[in-house]
T-cell receptor, first 114, second 113 residues
Framework: ETGVTQTPRHLVMGMTNKKSLKCEQHLGHNAMYWYKQSAKKPLELMFVYSLEERVENNSVPSRFSPECPNSSHLFLHLHTLQPEDSALYLC?????????????FGSGTRLTVV | GDSVTQMEGPVTLSEEAFLTINCTYTATGYPSLFWYVQYPGEGLQLLLKATKADDKGSNKGFEATYRKETTSFHLEKGSVQVSDSAVYFCALTVAYNTDKLIFGTGTRLQVFP
């Protein structure tokens, strides 16, 4: 399998549930990202991992907890979410300092919080 | 700070019409510029890119030229198809430690037969 794979594609969860989103990249990249895409809002960069170290956390609520166990895998752990957290969550990867190649995105996880 | 400004959509066209989606940027240093496309229910796919002034990126009939003098990277296509209906994002990176990709707000294109 190639590219960036996100699972699950769709997730419905209650506000008291705990769930995790998974992202896996098969490109040999060394940086990974979580983005949130809500209707009628710009893409929001949530977290950045570079060389397995978190280098950016854009004031994201603590109910979102990222984990990057190695350069190929990225998780987003979710707990006690709110309905306004319903969105498409996109994972991306890149090679640090090879900016001319941009990012490769996964297909996203469509999250609905009920 | 670094930013990207895109024209607001939706852009509505008939099949075979000419497409332009405007994109301008503000950046320190010399950014690389990108257009990404997002089809319904999917993630973002890289459409084309340009890494230095006067470069032209092209793919699937789409083109964009990196214009440093006007800080622009407008997307064009000579004859759109219904299958081109999607959201188009202009983006840039600057060479900081994380090579952060900065997106515009996206422009929805709707093409009708």
């Amino acid at each position: 399998e190639t590219g960036v794979t996100q699972t699950p594609r769709h997730l419905v969860m209650g506000m008291t549930n705990k769930k995790s989103l998974k992202c896996e990249q098969h490109l040999g990249h060394n940086a990974m990202y979580w983005y949130k895409q809500s209707a009628k809002k710009p893409l929001e960069l949530m977290f950045v991992y570079s060389l397995e170290e978190r280098v950016e956390n854009n004031s994201v609520p603590s109910r979102f907890s990222p984990e990057c166990p190695n350069s190929s895998h990225l998780f987003l752990h979710l707990h006690t979410l709110q309905p306004e957290d319903s969105a498409l969550y996109l994972c991306a990867s890149s090679q640090v300092r090879e900016r001319e190649y941009g990012y490769t995105f996964g297909s996203g996880t469509r999250l609905t919080v009920v | 700070g670094d930013s990207v400004t895109q024209m607001e959509g939706p852009v509505t066209l008939s099949e075979e019409a000419f497409l332009t989606i405007n994109c301008t940027y503000t950046a320190t240093g010399y950014p690389s510029l990108f257009w990404y496309v997002q089809y319904p229910g999917e993630g973002l796919q890289l459409l084309l890119k340009a890494t230095k002034a006067d470069d032209k990126g092209s793919n699937k009939g789409f083109e964009a030229t990196y214009r440093k003098e006007t800080t622009s990277f407008h997307l064009e296509k000579g004859s759109v198809q219904v299958s081109d209906s999607a959201v188009y994002f202009c983006a840039l990176t600057v060479a900081y430690n994380t090579d952060k990709l900065i997106f515009g707000t996206g422009t929805r294109l709707q093409v009708f037969p």
